[in-house]
């Protein structure tokens, strides 16, 4: 597939494609992505890390690029202004509440981001020492139980947290004309994200390529899992991590068999066509 003059953006996933296991971010990766937009190459991130942590990594990268996050629900300049974000109906939020405790399951929910705010709830213990555990850098602006203020909001984004047959249960529950849900199984634990119906990375992304008047073939993607298979299937060109599982693979123009260490050398060679 010939490139040449054609990649306007680079769409990159972060954790596992930015981000090597150590969680830095490798140099080469940093040199490319500058290099790429001295050569008047867009960059932005795609990922479903909230706001805060992602605003962290586009920093680390020095993007001028809004940022698509919470998965392709939101998208937030550089500066951590709110641009656009799709939420939950009000009936989704509730009846994914009422769910998850008749099934016996914790929730960690994102509520509807603020300027200066992101507000996470937290139903069940579980979701309270999962947020305590991996939310710590940067810490949440306002971590609150489910209850009070909580109960009239919708959700931004949800996971719920569980044995594998009432996760099962849950989902066999849930609307998809209302809903959209990712099964993330774990030794220990199965998790499922929860979103708005309809909305993904490709939502999100597809929404900041129309402010930019770019064209979907015109983007490059960079992922790793479950969650990128909508922005591969959207973009022009797709770029699979070696870790990403059969499904995201199988979309992917090209996959990259060194992981994040690779990323570098051929982020430079789209901009050379």
Known sequence: MSLE???????????????????????????????????????????????????????????????????????????GRLLWRRLMSTSASRHLVEACCQEGLDLIAYGDPRPGREVIYHLGPRAADLIRRYYTSPPPELVLPWGGRGRGDRMLRAMAVGPAPAAQALVARCSPQELRWIVWPTPEDTFVEFGPCGCSKATGL????????????????????????????????AVAMGSAPEEVRSRAHRVLEDGPGGLGRVLRELAAG
């Open 5 to 79: 003059g054609r990649i306007r953006l680079v769409a990159l996933d972060v954790d596992g494609t930015v981000l090597g296991e150590d969680g830095q971010i490798p140099q080469a990766t940093r040199e490319a992505v500058a290099w790429l937009r001295r050569r008047g190459v867009l960059v932005t991130l795609c990922t479903g890390r909230r706001i805060a942590s992602a605003l962290q990594v586009a920093r680390a990268l020095d993007l001028e690029c809004p940022l698509v996050v919470h998965g392709g629900a939101v998208v937030v300049e550089p500066t």
């Open 206 to 237: 597809r929404w900041l390529a129309r402010r930019l008047g770019v064209d979907p073939d015109q983007i490059a993607a960079f992922g790793d899992n479950l969650n990128d298979v909508e922005m591969f299937e959207y973009v022009g060109y």
